[in-house]
C-alpha cells in the first residue's frame, strides 16, 4: 500500500443543468473521499442519492447535461478533470473499469463473446484478433466460465444471467485495470449465484491487486465485501469511514436509521425501525441538513444552516451537527418531524 | 388453530413447445406435486431462486392458474368444486400486492377510483358508501384524505405501494398474496411498509402468503417458511426455526448465501457450483443433487420424501432412513 491514495476527490460536485439553465439539481454536492490501493469502498444511498453520478463522475462519463463544476479528481497521482476526451479513453476499460447493473443491456447481442472480450485489448493494447481470442479464453477460465474455448465462440443469448455478469467482470479485468467500480453488480442475479458472484470478485481483487468500488443499495453487500463505506444523502456523502466502525456505532442518523430498518435473519424485533417521509426533490433541496425533515434528531439549527463535514478521527467523518464539538451544538426544538407514513411528503401537494 | 388455505398435492404442468408450429416436447413442471397451508391470521413466506415455482404457486392461489393436478382448499370448501357464485366468493376473499407500484396502478385513473374498482365490480355499493369506503382504506394505509383525488404519479414509491394494499383490502379478503412487495421500493421505505403490512395483519386478521427474494425480509414477516427448488418443497417449517438451523442442503447454501447484517457476522459459507437446471429436465432423483455438496449415489436415483425432522419437514436423504 502506497502513501498516496489511489484515487482521491476534493470537494468535488456534479450538477445536472437544465437547458434553460433555470433548474440545477445538484446530484453530486462537496464530495471529499479518498481510496487507497488494495481497499474496497462501498458507496451506499437511495436511488437519486447521487451514487451512480458520483460513479460516472470518477469515469468522465456524464450525460451532456451534466457538469462537473468544482473540486479535483486526482487518480493514480494525474488529475482526470484536466485531461482530454481521448487522454479519458485511454484511462477508462484500461486503468479503471466499470461493471455495470444490467449485463444484458451491457453485452451486445451481434458479436461473439471472444469478440466482446478481446475488445478493450485491441483497443488499448493493439493486439491482433487471434491473440485478443486466446487472452479472452484465458479471462473467461479465471472467471470460471466451464469449457471457454467453446464459450467464446458462443453470444450473448446462450448463457445464463449469472455467466453473462461473469463476462462482464472479464471485460472489466481484461485489461488490468487499477481500479474497478462495480455499480449494483449483483441486483439481478438470484442469491446464491450472487454469492458465487461475490465470491469471485474477492479472488479476483486479491489475485490482481484490484481496488474495488461498490455502488449499492444494500448494505449487506457493504458487510460482505467492502472495508471502507460512504453513506451518500441527497448527493452528499453523509458519514464515512472503515465498514466495522460504522456499522458498530453509526454516527450519522441516517445511517443509523438505515441499519435499523434492516430486517435481520435472527430478529426477534415486532416492528422494525421505520424511516417516516421520503427522500427530498434533489432540485429544490432545503437550506439546511437535507436529512432534517425525517430526522429524529433533528433540532433548530439543522432546517437553517447545513452542517459540513466534521472529522471523527479514524478516518470517519459525518456531516450532522450532532458530531460537531460540543460548543456548536443548540439546544433541541419542536422542529417538526413527519407524522405517520410519509402522508406530509412532496407528492401530496399539501 | 384453523387452516384458511390448504394445498395438497398441488402440480402445474405446461407443455413446451419448440419453434413456431412444433408439437409438445415434453413438460415444464412449474410446480410439482406441493402441499401447505396457511392459517387464519398468519404468513407463510415462500422462498426461492428464479424457476422454482414460486410465482406459479401464488397464481394457483390466486386462481388465475388451473391445476394439473392437486387441490387448493380454503375455508374447508375445495376450490375446484366451487360454483359460479362460490368462486366469486373466493376471488373476494383472496386479492393481491405485486412488486411493481408504477406498473399496478393505471396513471389515468384517480386515487378514488383505483381503490374503489374492486368495490364496484364485487358489491352492489351506492355511491357515497364508496366514498366512505375509500376514505376509511386510505387511513387504514395511513394516506391523508385528500390523495383520493389526485393521479398515480403524484406519489412516490412508497405511497403507490400503500395504495395498491388499499386497493386488496378494498373487498375485506381474508388472504392477501404478497409478490416481493417491497423489492421494488427504496430502502429507508422498506421497513414502513413491512411495519404497514404487520399492523394491517394485526387489526385485520389477515393472512398473507409472502413472496420474496430478501431472505431476511421473509424471516420477518413470516410465521413459517416453504423452501422450493425446481418446482419441489425442499424444506418447511417454523419461520424461526428454519432461518437459524435450516437442514436441507440447499437450504443451508440459500441462507448462507444471504448477505450479512453486520460485518462482523461470520458464518460458513456455502458457495453452490453451478446454476439452477433447465426445469424443462430436472435432474433424476433429487432435484438439487448435481449441485448439493452432500449428494451420494442414491440421490441420483431416488428422490427424498418430504419427512419430519426436528420440528419441521424436509426432504432430503441425509435425514431419515
Not at chain 1, 470537494?11 to 488494495?38: K, P
Not at chain 2, 416436447?25 to 422462498?47: E, K, M, P, Q, W
Not at chain 2, 370448501?77 to 368462486?87: E, F, N, T
Amino acid at each position: 500500500m502506497t502513501a498516496e491514495p489511489l484515487l482521491s476527490l476534493e470537494n468535488l460536485s456534479t450538477h445536472y443543468v437544465s437547458q434553460q439553465g433555470s433548474r440545477v439539481v445538484r446530484a453530486v454536492d462537496d464530495v471529499t473521499l479518498s481510496l487507497n490501493a488494495g481497499e474496497s469502498l462501498g458507496i451506499v444511498g437511495e436511488s437519486g442519492s447521487g451514487k451512480t453520478t458520483l460513479a460516472l463522475t470518477i469515469l468522465r462519463l456524464l450525460p451532456p447535461a451534466a457538469r462537473i463544476v468544482s473540486g479535483r479528481l486526482v487518480f493514480d497521482g494525474e488529475d482526470l478533470r484536466t485531461k482530454s476526451d481521448s487522454e479519458m479513453r485511454r484511462v477508462r476499460g484500461k486503468r479503471i473499469a466499470m461493471v455495470l447493473q444490467d449485463p444484458m443491456a451491457s453485452l451486445n447481442p451481434l458479436f461473439s463473446i471472444g469478440d466482446q472480450v478481446g475488445e478493450p485489448i485491441r483497443v488499448h493494447e493493439g493486439a491482433s484478433r487471434a491473440s485478443a481470442w486466446q487472452r479472452a479464453v484465458g479471462l473467461l477460465k479465471s472467471v470460471r466460465i466451464a469449457s471457454p474455448e467453446m464459450r467464446v465462440r458462443q453470444y450473448p443469448h446462450e448463457m445464463s444471467g449469472g455467466m453473462r455478469q461473469r463476462i462482464v467482470g472479464a471485460i472489466g479485468i481484461s485489461c488490468g485495470p487499477r481500479l474497478l467500480i462495480a455499480d449494483e453488480p449483483t441486483t439481478s442475479l438470484d442469491l446464491t449465484i450472487q454469492a458465487q458472484y461475490l465470491d469471485l470478485l474477492r479472488d479476483l481483487q486479491r489475485r490482481h491487486a484490484l481496488t474495488l468500488i461498490f455502488i449499492t443499495h444494500n448494505l449487506g453487500i457493504v458487510a460482505r465485501m467492502c472495508n471502507r463505506l460512504a453513506v451518500m444523502y441527497a448527493g452528499r456523502v453523509v458519514e464515512q469511514g472503515p465498514v466495522a466502525r460504522i456499522f458498530n456505532a453509526p454516527a450519522h442518523p441516517y445511517t443509523q436509521a438505515l441499519l435499523g430498518s434492516l430486517p435481520r435473519m435472527s430478529d426477534e424485533r415486532e416492528r422494525l425501525t421505520a424511516i417516516e417521509g421520503q427522500p427530498p426533490d434533489l432540485a429544490s433541496l432545503p437550506p439546511g441538513c437535507a436529512f432534517a425533515a425525517r430526522c429524529p434528531m433533528a433540532f433548530a439549527r439543522c432546517a437553517a444552516e447545513a452542517p459540513p463535514e466534521f472529522t471523527l478521527g479514524e478516518g470517519r467523518t459525518a456531516r450532522c451537527w450532532l458530531a460537531a464539538p460540543a460548543t456548536a451544538r443548540a439546544p433541541l426544538s419542536a422542529h417538526a418531524v413527519g407524522g405517520e407514513g410519509g402522508a406530509h411528503a412532496e407528492g401530496i401537494g399539501g | 388453530m384453523s387452516a384458511l388455505l390448504e394445498a395438497a398435492g398441488l402440480s402445474k404442468h405446461f407443455p413446451a413447445r419448440r419453434g413456431l408450429f412444433g408439437g409438445d416436447h415434453g413438460v415444464v413442471r412449474a410446480v410439482d406435486d406441493i402441499s401447505f397451508s396457511i392459517d387464519n391470521g398468519r404468513t407463510l413466506g415462500v422462498v426461492g431462486e428464479s424457476g422454482c415455482g414460486k410465482t406459479t404457486t401464488a397464481k394457483l392461489v390466486l386462481g388465475l392458474e388451473t391445476p394439473t393436478a392437486g387441490a387448493i382448499r380454503f375455508d374447508g370448501r375445495d376450490l375446484a368444486g366451487l360454483d359460479a357464485v362460490g368462486r366469486r366468493h373466493y376471488r373476494k376473499s383472496v386479492q393481491a400486492v405485486f412488486q411493481d407500484p408504477f406498473a399496478s396502478l393505471s396513471p389515468r385513473m384517480r386515487i378514488s377510483a383505483i381503490i374503489a374498482e374492486p368495490l364496484i365490480t364485487n358489491e352492489a355499493v351506492t355511491a357515497t358508501d364508496v366514498r366512505r369506503r375509500v376514505l376509511e382504506l386510505l387511513d387504514l394505509v395511513g394516506l391523508p384524505q385528500r390523495s383520493a383525488d389526485l393521479f398515480p404519479h403524484e406519489f412516490s414509491g412508497g405511497q403507490r405501494q400503500r395504495i395498491a394494499i388499499a386497493r386488496a383490502l378494498a373487498v375485506s379478503p381474508k388472504l392477501v398474496v404478497l409478490d416481493e412487495p417491497v423489492s421494488a421500493l427504496d430502502v429507508s421505505i422498506r421497513a414502513q411498509i413491512l411495519n404497514l403490512l404487520r399492523d394491517l395483519q394485526d387489526r385485520l386478521g389477515l393472512s398473507y402468503l409472502f413472496i420474496a427474494h430478501d431472505l431476511a425480509a421473509v424471516a420477518h414477516m413470516s410465521h413459517e417458511i416453504v423452501v422450493m427448488y425446481l418446482g419441489k418443497i425442499v424444506e418447511a417449517g417454523d419461520a424461526r426455526t428454519l432461518a437459524r438451523h435450516p437442514k436441507h442442503p440447499y437450504t443451508q447454501a440459500l441462507f448462507s448465501a444471504a448477505l450479512p447484517s453486520h460485518p462482523e457476522e461470520r458464518r460458513e459459507e456455502v458457495v453452490l457450483a453451478g446454476e439452477v437446471p433447465s426445469p424443462l429436465k430436472p435432474p433424476a432423483g433429487c432435484r438439487f443433487h448435481p449441485r448439493c455438496p452432500h449428494a451420494m449415489p442414491r440421490c441420483a436415483q431416488a428422490a427424498p420424501a418430504l419427512i419430519q425432522v426436528e420440528g419441521r419437514m424436509v426432504a432430503c436423504h441425509l435425514y431419515g432412513t
